[in-house]
């Protein structure tokens, strides 16, 4: 099995760190022209060079702006008015208790982590339909389904994914074009070592380490009883975004390690 994007054109939001990085780095791998976009141009550029180091020859274009604005948008819908291959990827997150959380961070949320999707969806599908093919893929959460009690708001909009994406699955029905959700676990990412940073300066244990305590501690329906490499959720992604995966659409796929307890979703 040989997954090939040569020729298409890719875009990821949310792609100078983390699983985004990650996804785009596959993407170039299989021979998709990448957009990595960030709100920093230092990020941007810094992950370009990322990816050129370790795919030389990566066909890659780098844009700053905010996509959890409507600005944001508009200026990539400016710079790259098309996609064949679109990675909702962007999302923030945080610790904070419920009745702690005011109006405004739930309506930042939602901004960030569903209408950022929802925007470039909006814009990049109709003409995946037109030329009868394209993927769409949401990046959810296994919090999405197992909605943590320190994190209801960021797993309420992680719920709001999978129903963006399986109706949107719906409504592009025998298209050509496939919409699909990824639902990851805990993962090794520049945000889960910065989190976890002073648990490691009191322990004496490597970031490792601490991470999979954590899983253990904190996730331990987990099967695999470790966090996830970005590499793992990035392969899916890849595999889902080519001419592979053409049955697959309306899809929630876990790669949570098998945190959520339950046969399908």
Same mark, same amino acid.
């Given at each position: 099995?040989?997954?090939? !994007?040569?020729?298409? !054109?890719?875009?990821?939001?949310?792609?100078?760190?983390?699983?985004? !990085?990650?996804?785009?780095?596959?993407?170039?791998?299989?021979?998709?022209?990448?957009?990595?976009?960030?709100?920093?141009?230092?990020?941007?550029?810094?992950?370009?060079?990322?990816?050129?180091?370790?795919?030389?020859? +990566?066909?890659?274009?780098?844009?700053?702006?905010?996509?959890?604005?409507?600005?944001?948008?508009?200026?990539?819908?400016?710079?790259?008015?098309?996609?064949? &291959?679109? &990675?909702?990827?962007?999302?923030? %997150?945080?610790?904070?208790?419920?009745?702690?959380?005011?109006?405004?961070?739930?309506?930042r949320f %939602?901004?960030?982590?569903?209408?950022?999707? &929802?925007?470039?969806?909006?814009? %990049?599908?109709?003409?995946?339909?037109?030329?009868?093919?394209?993927? &769409?893929?949401?990046?959810?959460?296994?919090?999405?389904?197992?909605?943590?009690?320190?994190?209801?708001? %960021?797993?309420?909009?992680?719920?709001?994914?999978?129903?963006?994406?399986?109706?949107?699955?719906?409504?592009? +029905?025998?298209?050509?074009?496939?919409?699909?959700?990824?639902?990851?676990?805990?993962?090794?990412?520049?945000?889960?070592?910065?989190?976890?940073?002073?648990?490691?300066?009191?322990?004496?244990?490597?970031?490792?380490?601490?991470?999979?305590?954590?899983?253990?501690?904190?996730?331990?329906?987990?099967?695999?009883?470790?966090?996830a490499e970005?590499?793992?959720?990035?392969?899916?992604?890849a595999y889902?975004?080519?001419?592979?995966?053409?049955?697959?659409?309306?899809?929630?796929?876990?790669?949570?390690?098998?945190?959520?307890?339950?046969?399908?979703?």
């Amino acid at each position: 099995m040989k997954i090939d !994007l040569s020729g298409k !054109l890719a875009i990821v939001s949310g792609s100078t760190a983390g699983i985004g !990085l990650g996804i785009s780095k596959a993407l170039a791998e299989s021979g998709a022209t990448v957009v990595v976009i960030g709100r920093d141009t230092a990020k941007v550029e810094q992950a370009l060079a990322s990816i050129r180091q370790s795919v030389p020859g +990566a066909q890659l274009r780098g844009l700053t702006a905010d996509l959890g604005t409507a600005e944001g948008a508009e200026k990539l819908f400016a710079a790259e008015p098309r996609a064949d &291959v679109l &990675v909702n990827n962007l999302g923030i %997150y945080n610790d904070v208790d419920f009745f702690e959380t005011p109006d405004s961070e739930w309506t930042r949320f %939602y901004e960030v982590n569903v209408i950022s999707g &929802v925007r470039l969806a909006r814009h %990049y599908v109709p003409d995946m339909v037109k030329q009868g093919w394209g993927r &769409v893929i949401f990046l959810s959460s296994e919090s999405g389904v197992a909605i943590p009690a320190e994190m209801i708001n %960021y797993g309420v909009t992680k719920s709001a994914n999978l129903a963006v994406s399986h109706g949107l699955a719906k409504r592009l +029905a025998g298209t050509g074009v496939t919409v699909n959700s990824i639902l990851p676990g805990s993962t090794l990412t520049d945000g889960v070592e910065e989190m976890l940073k002073d648990a490691v300066a009191a322990s004496g244990r490597s970031v490792r380490e601490e991470a999979d305590a954590f899983v253990r501690k904190a996730r331990p329906s987990s099967i695999i009883q470790r966090v996830a490499e970005v590499e793992e959720v990035a392969n899916l992604v890849a595999y889902i975004a080519s001419p592979l995966s053409s049955a697959t659409t309306g899809a929630a796929l876990r790669v949570d390690g098998g945190v959520v307890d339950s046969l399908a979703i």
